[in-house]
C-alpha cells in the first residue's frame, strides 16, 4: 500500500468495509468498491494492490481498535505497558480496573463497557466477516486475533493477577481466570448475536446479564474462608 492522502485512503477502506458487510469478502470484487466510494479502480489499486491487501488493512485496524478499547477498560497503572502509544482519551480510565477498588463495582463496570463494545450485533457482524474471511485467508485470522482478542485477554489476566496478589481472588492460573470470566460474560448474548438471532441489547438488559456473569464469577474465584481469617 503506497503512502499517499490519509482522508482517501480511509474512504476506500470504510467502503470496503461496507461491501464486505453487505456481501462477504467472497463476492465483493474491487469494482464494487470503488463505485462505491466514487473512484476508479485504478485508484484503489493504487493505494492496495489486490482486495486481499485491503482486507488484511481493515483486519489491522479493526485488531488494533479492539486492543486499545479493551486497554481503556482494562488497564491496570503498570508502567510497564505502553501508556504512552494510546490515544489521551485512555488516561480518563486508566482507574477502572484497579485491584485496590471495590472488585465486584469494579468488574461490573468493566463487563458492560465489553459487552457495549464487542458484543453489539455491529461488532459480532464484523466478526463474522472476519470468521468467513479467515477460511482462506488465515492470515488475516492470525493478525486479528493477536493484535485484539490475544492482547485483550493479556491484560485482562495482568488485573486479575494483580487481585489474587491483592487477595481480593483465590489464587488460581489468571490467563484462565479471564477465559473465565470472558465466557460468562458471552455465555447469554454471543450465538444469538453471532447468528443474528436477537435484538440489540438495552442498557438494562445489558446490566443484568453483566451482574449474573459477575456474581458466577465472584462465586467461583473468591477466597475461600480458611484463608480470609488467616493473619
Known amino acids: 500500500m503506497r503512502k499517499k492522502s490519509g482522508e482517501r485512503c480511509q474512504a476506500i477502506l470504510d467502503a470496503a468495509k461496507t461491501m464486505f458487510e453487505k456481501v462477504g469478502f467472497e463476492q465483493a ?12 479502480k485504478a485508484t484503489l489499486y493504487n493505494y492496495f494492490s489486490s482486495k486481499e ?29 505502553p501508556i504512552e502509544t494510546l490515544p489521551d482519551r485512555v488516561n ?6 484497579q ?18 463494545n464487542f458484543l453489539s450485533l455491529k461488532s459480532l457482524a464484523a466478526r463474522r466477516m ?16 493477536e493484535n485484539g482478542p490475544a492482547k485483550g485477554m493479556q491484560y485482562t489476566a495482568q488485573f486479575f493477577e494483580q ?23 458471552e455465555s447469554e448474548v454471543y450465538e444469538s448475536g453471532l447468528f443474528n438471532a436477537r435484538r440489540e441489547l438495552k442498557p438494562k438488559e445489558v ?10 464469577f465472584i462465586r467461583a474465584y473468591a477466597q475461600p474462608a480458611a484463608d480470609l481469617t488467616q493473619d
Not at 32 to 40: D, K, L
Not at 58 to 75: G, K, P, Y
Not at 99 to 116: I, K, W, Y
Not at 163 to 185: K, Y
Open 29 to 40: 470484487t474491487m469494482a464494487e468498491i470503488a463505485a462505491t466510494v466514487g473512484y476508479s
Open 53 to 81: 491487501q485491503l482486507f488484511l488493512e481493515l483486519t489491522r485496524r479493526s485488531a488494533d481498535r479492539h486492543s486499545e478499547q479493551l486497554f481503556s477498560l482494562l488497564m491496570p497503572n503498570d508502567e510497564r505497558l
Open 92 to 97: 480518563e480510565v486508566l482507574e477502572l480496573l
Open 99 to 116: 485491584p485496590s477498588n471495590d472488585l465486584t463495582a469494579t468488574l461490573q463496570r468493566f463487563g458492560e463497557g465489553v459487552m457495549s
Open 130 to 145: 472476519l470468521i468467513a474471511a479467515a477460511a482462506n485467508q488465515p492470515e488475516a485470522g492470525r493478525l486479528f486475533f
Open 163 to 185: 487481585a489474587m496478589n491483592a487477595g481480593q481472588l483465590r489464587r488460581a492460573d489468571p490467563r484462565v481466570a479471564a477465559a473465565h470470566f470472558r465466557g460468562l460474560l
Open 207 to 216: 446490566k443484568a446479564t453483566v451482574e449474573r456473569a459477575v456474581e458466577v
